[in-house]
């Protein structure tokens, strides 16, 4: 099973509070443009945790300053 999720809705930076769920399927996500939709982890917090063998396809939006303690986004 594979989950969809158009990120339309977030204009500007998206600053995270705490770190994002596992994700736990595959997943395609995308993003309202790399300028318009930012997932900003302010060093303290994930973005992406794939703990396991799934197939996540992001496109169109832009990740910094993620908490890096086992690998980057790549």
Do not use: C, E, H, W
């Given at each position: ?25 595959s997943v395609s996500i ?45």
């Open positions: 099973m594979r989950a969809n999720f158009a990120l339309t809705q977030f204009i500007r930076s998206f600053t995270l509070t705490s770190d994002l769920p596992a994700i736990t399927q995308t993003g309202n443009g790399i300028a318009n939709t930012i997932i900003d982890g302010d060093t303290l917090y994930r973005a992406i945790y794939n703990n396991g063998q799934r197939n996540i396809a992001i496109s169109d939006m832009t990740f910094k300053q993620g908490k890096n303690t086992t690998g980057g986004i790549v």
